[in-house]
């Protein structure tokens, strides 16, 4: 099992201990459609390992790691995108974070304007 906070709600869902609408799942990576959604599709890709900011992954995350939680977001752009996909992670505060387990949200199913917000 990966190294998991016991309190962190998106460990919850890695763990299975939380349901989720999984569209995609592998040891690296979690997928699972948001319960508050932005977006037709609006699904969060998270890594299996804690880390609670892009931050703290990047500096440890394994080469692997990393990677496939970007091939993911790109992976679920494509399946659910018709003309294109955003992808969004927000850290801290300021910049709109709410579950302090890093997470990409996938968004598509419509046209996305700029500036986000």
């Given at each position: 099992m990966p190294n998991t906070d016991p309190n962190c709600l998106f460990c919850k869902?890695?763990?299975k201990e939380i349901?989720?609408?999984?569209?995609l799942r592998d040891e690296h990576v979690v997928a699972f459609r948001d319960l508050n959604p932005q977006a037709p599709t609006h699904?969060?890709?998270?890594?299996t390992e804690h880390a609670a900011h892009l931050s703290d992954f990047a500096q440890s995350a394994n080469d692997a790691g990393a990677a496939r939680l970007l091939s993911?977001?790109?992976e679920i752009g494509r399946r659910f995108g018709?003309?294109?996909?955003?992808?969004?992670?927000?850290?801290?505060?300021?910049?709109?974070q709410t579950v302090h387990h890093l997470h990409a949200h996938v968004?598509?199913?419509r046209h996305m304007t700029w500036p986000p917000g």
């Open positions: 869902i890695v763990r349901p989720a609408d999984e569209v699904v969060l890709v998270i890594p993911a977001a790109a018709r003309d294109g996909y955003r992808v969004v992670m927000n850290e801290g505060p300021d910049g709109g968004l598509a199913g």
